[in-house]
C-alpha cells in the first residue's frame, strides 16, 4: 500500500526556516516523480516544486531560489527545506507521488505552516 | 504562464441528477508526442487531501465510480458526474501539467453542493 506521512510543519516567523520531511512506503522515491504541492488556508491548490527520479528539480516562481526539495533514498523519504519564509507561505503542504509525472497519483495528509510574527 | 480557469465557482445540483464543471486553459494542453491531453481533475472533501479522479483527460483512476467522466481536448475540459451522490459534495480542480520547463498548473476549484 502507498503512504506518504508529511512531518516538520509548525509555527515560524517570518525570516524564519523549517525543513519538511514525507516518509513514503510502498514504493521507491528515487524512481518516481515526487512534488510539494501547498493549499493556504481556505484557498486553492498550488504547485511548488518537483523531483524527478533522474534527480532533476523544478520549483514554482513564487518559492524559487528560497525552497530546496530533496530526498535520501535510504529512508526513502522526500524532503522541502524551507528558507527566508514569508507571510504568504501559510499552508497546508502535501508530499505528492506522481508516477508518469503530469499528475499526483498519491496525496499525503499534508502538514500545517504558519508564518507569523 | 499557462492559466487554468474553471467554471462555475460554485453550483448546486439535485441528488441524481447531473453536475458539470467546465476547465479552460490559457494555451493547448494537448501533447503530439503521446497525443495525449496533460490534464487531471482532483476532487477535495472537507478536510481531506485532493484525490485524482480523472487523468489523460478523460481516463478514470483505478476505483473511482463510473459516474465521474472527463471529456475535452486543446484547451477546453469538463468533468461531468452523473447520478449526484450525497458523497460527491466537494471541491473539484482541474490541473495541467507544461513540461518545459516543468510546471504544474491548476484551476481555481469549484465547489459543488447538493440542492
Known amino acids: 500500500e502507498v503512504q506518504l506521512v508529511e512531518s516538520g510543519g509548525g509555527l515560524i516567523q517570518p525570516g524564519g526556516s523549517l525543513r519538511l520531511s514525507c516518509a513514503t512506503s510502498?514504493?521507491?522515491?528515487?524512481?518516481?516523480?515526487m512534488s510539494w504541492v501547498r493549499q493556504a488556508p481556505g484557498k486553492g491548490l498550488e504547485w511548488v516544486s518537483v523531483?524527478?527520479?533522474?534527480?532533476?528539480?523544478f520549483y514554482a516562481d513564487s518559492v524559487k531560489g528560497r525552497f530546496t526539495i530533496s530526498r535520501d533514498n535510504s529512508k526513502n523519504t522526500l524532503y522541502l527545506q524551507m528558507n527566508s519564509l514569508r507571510v504568504e507561505d501559510t499552508a497546508v503542504y502535501y508530499c505528492?507521488?506522481?508516477?508518469?509525472?503530469?499528475?499526483?497519483?498519491?496525496w499525503g495528509q499534508g502538514t500545517l505552516v504558519a508564518v507569523s510574527s | 504562464d499557462i492559466v487554468m480557469t474553471q467554471s462555475p465557482d460554485s453550483l448546486a445540483v439535485s441528488l441524481g441528477e447531473r453536475a458539470t464543471i467546465n476547465c479552460k486553459s490559457s494555451?493547448?494542453?494537448?501533447?503530439?508526442?503521446?497525443?495525449?491531453?496533460?490534464l487531471a481533475w482532483y476532487q477535495q472533501k472537507p478536510g481531506q487531501p485532493p484525490k485524482l479522479l480523472i487523468y489523460?483527460?478523460?481516463t478514470r483512476e483505478s476505483g473511482v465510480p463510473d459516474r465521474f467522466s472527463g471529456s475535452g481536448s486543446g484547451t477546453d475540459f469538463t468533468l461531468t458526474i452523473s447520478n449526484l451522490q450525497a458523497e460527491d459534495v466537494a471541491v473539484y480542480y482541474c490541473?495541467?501539467?507544461?513540461?518545459?520547463?516543468?510546471?504544474?498548473?491548476f484551476g481555481q476549484g469549484t465547489k459543488l453542493e447538493i440542492k
Open positions: 494555451q493547448s494542453v494537448l501533447y503530439t508526442t503521446d497525443n495525449k491531453s496533460y
Open positions: 523531483l524527478f527520479g533522474g534527480g532533476g528539480r
Open positions: 489523460w483527460a478523460s
Open positions: 490541473q495541467q501539467y507544461y513540461s518545459t520547463p516543468p510546471m504544474y498548473t
Open positions: 505528492t507521488r506522481g508516477i508518469t509525472g503530469v499528475h499526483f497519483d498519491n
Open positions: 510502498g514504493f521507491a522515491v528515487s524512481s518516481n516523480y
